[in-house]
């Protein structure tokens, strides 16, 4: 004989599978949300109930036995945080008295959130907690529980919408139909013949759907081809008009190669000038001056100095050549990114928008140095009448000046060569122009044969009208290569004005190398206690770390030999002994007042 619960559990799953079943078939049939009076509905909750009542144990009270569903579903809250909602919503019900009645509102609203499945899974892993609940022989507790929450997942393509409000939930009697799931053949036959004339019907509403379909379509395609005839005319048109545009900007490049020219014949003649100029003066030096050897070793210090500040200022005009090399390499991606879409633009726009930054910063440059230019005039206006106080002691170097002129060729040579540069900078410009040239040719051969791509045409032509506009940038970029010889001759005038302030320094180191002499023993003891020190470069220093002024010439820089910073002769004319060095060295303000305040207080 079979166990009478095991016969109970197999009944209940097949009784849900058949409710299951009918329920999703009626309501794909039905083609409509499902309201509460549904009859196959009605029936699928029944049957849940008596699932979830097998098994239940008895709880005892004062008053009498209680039997409900709703201590286990009360319990998915704890489980199930998001069914917290229900729990709260049943609870706060105005017409339900009872614990089943609870319940049935919970399965009600638990279908409607399509979430009945997963509620009930959370149960079914928690056998711990539902042993409370049910005995060890019921549905829930068995395998055929998690068999009917398996089925339960076909519910979530049901849509429901129960009213649980105005429903009596209490007082129903759950009695379960089973007319519902027998079937006779003529019902069969029935509904075969009904399903064979729903589908005749829906084919025949496709067919005339797909009339429809081809009717709109055969307008949409007349309408194209009306569009693309008027898009064709528009475009030879503004074909047309690029050609004319093509013509406009090789004339302005013939005419921009002339500017070139007409530009390097005038920097060549403004060189020759110069260099005459510069002989004339050599020579005076060459009559006025003779040479001291030890005061040309600072004069070879102060000229080495002026070659590094030459190399930083050429170092600048490399990282410009160098940040132009980079625009003619962004103009290249460009040009090879025409036959892309609206996405290579934005990063063309955005490199656009770095090149004008880049130009912003350079005319900010050219400010600043036209500032100084001006203030440098005034103080060699200023130098300009001491040089005739000092030209009785010019006259002693000769000699070594000679040395100075060598340098000074080397530098024209320089400066040569940085034209041959420009030149052949715009030898490249003039290249990537007839490469824009070829390629706008080409664009034309594909306007011809590619017809079918006439809607993208109309976004090539904006881009190379984009083009066209970069080539005037370039245009530009060419009269900003005027300036920079502008600059050049600008630096000459520096030179020249450099060599006077070199006078005047000269002066001041005749007076100062009897000191020199003697402070230069001092140094050597003074650099093996600053070994482990930070020797601060002269080049890192512009300003003095006192006061704060600028160093120039006339105010010349001094190291402490206690801290290695660099200070200005105001702010470092005192001199002590170190414990690395016996004889007094010089020592800043600040640490000559640490030195005496640590000597103070270690005497007793």
């Not at 003779?290 to 190399?311: F, H, I, K, T, V």
């Not at 103009?331 to 656009?352: A, C, F, N, P």
């Amino acid at each position: 004989t079979k166990d009478p619960t095991a016969v109970e559990r197999a009944n209940l799953l097949n009784m849900a599978k058949l409710s299951i079943k009918g329920l999703i078939e009626s309501a794909l049939s039905f083609g409509r949300t499902l309201d509460s009076d549904y009859p196959p509905l009605q029936q699928f909750f029944v049957v849940m109930e008596h699932c979830l009542k097998h098994g239940l144990k008895v709880r005892k009270s004062f008053l009498s036995y209680n039997k409900t569903i709703w201590g286990p579903l009360e319990l998915v809250e704890k489980l199930y945080p998001e069914a917290e909602e229900i729990g709260a919503s049943v609870r706060d019900l105005p017409g339900l008295k009872t614990p089943l009645g609870r319940a049935r509102a919970w399965l009600r609203l638990a279908l409607m959130q399509k979430k009945m499945a997963d509620y009930l899974r959370c149960l079914i892993i928690q056998r711990d907690l539902l042993s409370e609940f049910y005995e060890y022989h019921a549905l829930m507790m068995e395998e055929e529980g998690a068999v009917i929450v398996g089925l339960l997942v076909g519910l979530n393509v049901i849509d429901a919408n129960l009213c649980v409000k105005g429903e009596d939930l209490d007082s129903q009697v759950g009695v379960i139909d089973f007319s519902m799931y027998l079937k006779n053949e003529e019902d069969i036959g029935n509904k075969e013949r009904n399903v064979q004339i729903a589908a005749i019907l829906d084919q025949k509403n496709y067919v005339e759907e797909l009339n429809r379909q081809l009717n709109s379509t055969v307008s949409s395609l007349h309408s194209r081809v009306d569009s693309l005839e008027k898009s064709n005319t528009k475009l030879i048109e503004e074909l047309a008009i690029a050609k004319n545009n093509i013509i406009k900007l090789q004339e302005e490049n013939h005419q921009l190669r002339s500017e070139n020219k007409m530009i390097l014949m005038k920097t060549q003649q403004h060189l020759e000038v110069t260099k005459v100029d510069v002989e004339t003066e050599l020579q005076t030096y060459k009559h006025s001056r003779q040479g001291l050897d030890e005061m040309y070793n600072d004069a070879r210090r102060q000229l080495r100095d002026e070659s590094q500040l030459r190399q930083d200022v050429e170092n600048e005009l490399s990282v410009q050549v160098s940040m132009k090399h980079e625009i003619e390499l962004a103009m290249k991606l460009l040009e090879k990114d025409i036959h892309e879409k609206q996405d290579t633009l934005i990063g063309l726009r955005q490199q656009l928008e770095e090149v004008k930054a880049i130009n912003i910063e350079m005319y900010r440059k050219l400010q600043g140095c036209e500032d100084g230019l001006k203030e440098k005039n005034e103080i060699i206006a200023r130098l300009e009448e001491k040089t005739n106080k000092i030209t009785v002691a010019m006259r002693q170097l000769e000699q070594r000046l000679q040395q100075a002129e060598k340098a000074q060729m080397e530098a024209e040579d320089e400066d040569e060569k940085y034209l041959q540069e420009c030149l052949s900078q715009s030898d490249s410009l003039q290249k990537q122009i007839s490469q824009k040239e070829k390629q706008l040719i080409q664009l034309e051969t594909d306007l011809k044969i590619e017809k079918e791509w006439r809607q993208t045409l109309q976004e090539d032509l904006q881009k190379e009208k984009d083009a066209l506009s970069h080539l005037r940038n370039e245009t530009q970029q060419i009269t900003n290569l005027k300036k920079e010889f502008l600059n050049l001759q600008d630096e000459n005038q520096q030179l020249k004005k450099i060599y006077r302030e070199q006078e005047q320094a000269l002066q001041e180191l005749g007076n100062k190398l009897s000191e020199s002499k003697l402070k230069i023993e001092d140094i050597k003891e003074a650099n093996k206690a600053l070994q482990g020190l930070v020797w601060l470069k002269d080049k890192e220093a512009t300003h003095c770390k006192l006061c704060e002024k600028e160093f120039s010439l006339s105010k010349r820089k001094h190291h402490c030999r206690n801290c290695g910073e660099i200070f200005c002769n105001a702010c470092s004319d005192n001199e002590l002994p170190l414990p690395s060095s016996p004889k007094p060295v010089r020592v800043c303000d600040s640490c000559h007042a640490l030195l005496i305040q640590r000597c103070s207080s270690n005497l007793p």
